[in-house]
């Protein structure tokens, strides 16, 4: 969904679509993690859907 956000796809015909938009994984589930570690790179199109894509991620991501 936060690639989505970004402007990775569509939600109606004709729409465009941003090829250079997405969300990269930098770390696996399971995967040890450290403190201030990068676990996401975000690919946006001048900001558009930035903040909203960082709030939908931030969510999916459960550290224990």
């Known amino acids: 969904l936060a690639a ?5 796809g569509r939600t109606r015909e004709g729409q465009e679509l941003h090829p250079g938009v997405g969300v990269k994984m930098l770390v696996k589930n399971a995967d040890k993690v450290s403190a201030g570690q990068p676990l996401a790179v975000l690919h946006h199109q001048q900001g558009h859907g930035l903040e909203e894509a960082r709030m939908l991620l931030a969510k999916g991501i459960l550290i224990s």
């Open 4 to 8: 989505f956000r970004l402007g990775a």
